[in-house]
């Protein structure tokens, strides 16, 4: 018998996120790390819009808005002038905007809310073998004590990181290549007039047109803190071509790989478009991006998430919120099949649908490094959208139902879309509006079902209500279900207390998001993704799509 459910390899973001999840999913869970203490290193430093879609679901959210800042926008400066400037304005629809939060506050606002759960990071503990077998995964781990534990775990997530024990145990292969250039990072304080919010960009082009010197600042928490990155010159560079590794980045102030303050000061000097001073160096590194893909996510009893998965270069913010949403996929299934409420074809999912996102997470970021951000012919709006990671869906998932012949509705997200926030929905017991994400802040699939006109009474709703109570038993009651009526619906057109409970859409803002029709369900998967529709809703349509998902 095994000693715990789940063993979770690796401490970062991304581990952080799996343990939680499995957590709030009633899951046993382990989460060990080398390190004795976590790194106070900033590293990642982007928070998606989609990502903090996420940590809302999850019940983090408030905690990081009161640390993190916005990202608004970004100046570019080419040869000293200044160029086009980007807005990271997004729709009003959007609950939450591009932010900018260093990754050793995420990760302490992670391992804070793990704790609630009763689960702390065991450190440092370190990994040092792992063989599979048929029920069961045995990993040897070496406490800092010297004592040496054989647990056995139902199952072991890889999060650690691009040299990853746990892929290199489940034979995975992890092919790519590196990018010749070496870089330079810092955490510094920048002394200018430049506008509070705002990244900035400065490169200048040789005479063929291609960057030879650039320089990139993102602010951060704190006064005039900035996240610098900058071309290494290759007089520094020369000589030293073994230097980085090239699955990672090497930090660590003061052990020879990052810059000094004088250094990072020379290449403000070159490129910033005002004088600029820098201090307060907090630390720096010399990294040389890389760019691998995992050909598989699982091998049985094992999983990688994360950079253990996928490694890119460090543009927009995508790896870190990749690797959190590769987590979040994975933690409902896992739970549910740890439950027994799910067969193990419900884990070949994990493979595919997040296997598809980073490889195109990797290929476009490779372009955007090689021809800059516009170089995959998006309009500035989808662009926009798919750097916040809001356009991610899953529409060959093979737990999606997909398109009907009676009409996949021509506007509002379809299955395998992100499922939209709305807001100004009122129920019986609350007289304030709702949003949407407050019924989805659940670990549970959600059953919205639509009444206008002609199903908000009679035989109408007990018809809904009808496919409410059996996809409850088909989800073995891990579902929540609502009835959405119309704005024109008159509020007493069903009784108050019946379930399932009622909202209504009285602002028109689910309307105007999903353009529901009269009498149809849409299904939401716990990881905020459109499951189906069904139009006419019918219990045995239900019933029969769910079973895609549950025993």
């Known amino acids: ?268 000097d070159r490129l910033s478009p005002e004088p600029a001073t820098a201090s307060t160096l907090r630390w720096s590194s010399t990294f040389r991006a890389s760019h691998r893909l995992v050909d598989r996510y699982r091998n049985g009893r094992l999983f990688v998430a994360g950079d253990a998965a996928h490694i890119h270069p460090p543009i927009g913010g995508q790896g870190l919120n990749t690797g959190v949403q590769d987590a979040y996929n994975l933690a409902w299934k896992l739970a549910l099949r740890v439950r027994g409420l799910a067969t193990d074809d419900l884990l070949e999912s994990y493979h595919a649908e997040r296997h598809p996102v980073a490889r195109e997470v990797v290929d476009r970021t490779v372009r955007h490094a090689r021809s800059g951000l516009n170089s995959n012919g998006d309009d500035a709006e989808m662009l926009l959208r798919r750097q916040a990671q809001l356009l991610v869906a899953y529409p060959d998932s093979p737990l999606i139902q997909p398109d009907a012949a009676d009409g996949t509705p021509a506007a509002g997200p379809a299955p395998g879309d992100r499922a939209p926030d709305c ?39 007990a018809r809904l209500e009808a496919c409410a109570t059996e996809a409850h038993r088909a989800a073995h009651g891990l579902l929540d279900a609502y009835l959405v009526t119309a704005a024109e619906v008159p509020e007493d057109a069903r009784p108050v207390g019946l379930r399932p409970p009622r909202v209504r859409d009285a602002a028109g803002e689910f309307r105007d998001a999903y353009a529901p029709r009269d009498g149809e369900a849409l299904l939401i998967r716990p990881d905020g993704y459109l499951s189906g529709r069904f139009h006419p809703a019918v219990p045995e349509r239900l019933t029969a799509h769910l079973r895609r998902t549950f025993a």
């Open 1 to 268: 018998m095994a000693d715990v459910d789940v063993l979770v390899v690796g401490a970062g973001p991304v581990g952080l996120t799996a343990a939680a999840e499995l957590r709030r999913h009633g899951v046993d869970c382990r989460i060990v790390d080398r390190l004795a203490v976590a790194k106070p290193y900033a590293k990642a430093i982007g928070v998606l819009p989609r990502t903090l879609e996420v940590w809302d679901a999850m019940g983090l959210v408030r905690d990081v808005l009161d640390n993190a800042v916005p990202h608004l926008g970004q100046l570019v400066f080419i040869d000293g002038k200044p160029g086009p400037e980007v807005s990271l304005t997004l729709p009003s629809e959007v609950p939450y905007p591009f932010a900018t939060l260093p990754q050793c506050a995420t990760e302490r606002l992670l391992a804070e809310h793990l704790a609630r759960f009763g689960t702390e990071v065991e450190r440092p503990t370190e990994l040092r073998s792992v063989e599979m077998r048929p029920d069961e995964v045995e990993a040897v781990l070496a406490h800092a004590d010297g004592r040496i534990e054989r647990l056995h775990a139902r199952y072991v997530v890889g999060c650690d990181g691009a040299h990853s024990l746990v892929r290199k145990a489940a034979g995975l292969s992890f092919e790519g290549d590196a990018f010749p250039e070496q870089y330079m990072i810092g955490d510094v304080e920048v002394d200018w007039e430049l506008p509070a919010g705002y990244s900035m960009r400065s490169v200048t082009l040789d005479a063929n047109g291609a960057m030879d010197d650039m320089l990139v600042c993102i602010p951060m928490p704190g006064v005039r803190r900035y996240w610098l990155s900058m071309l290494r010159p290759r007089a520094q560079a020369g000589g030293e071509e073994g230097s980085s590794a090239p699955e990672g980045i090497v930090l660590g102030l003061g052990d020879g790989h990052g810059p000094d303050l004088g250094q990072i000061q020379a290449v403000l």
């Open 423 to 461: 807001r100004g929905l009122l129920s019986d017991l609350a007289t304030y509006p709702r949003r949407l994400f407050d019924l989805l802040r659940t670990p549970r699939h959600v059953l919205l079902l639509f009444a206008g006109s002609e199903h908000a009474s009679g035989d109408g709703v």
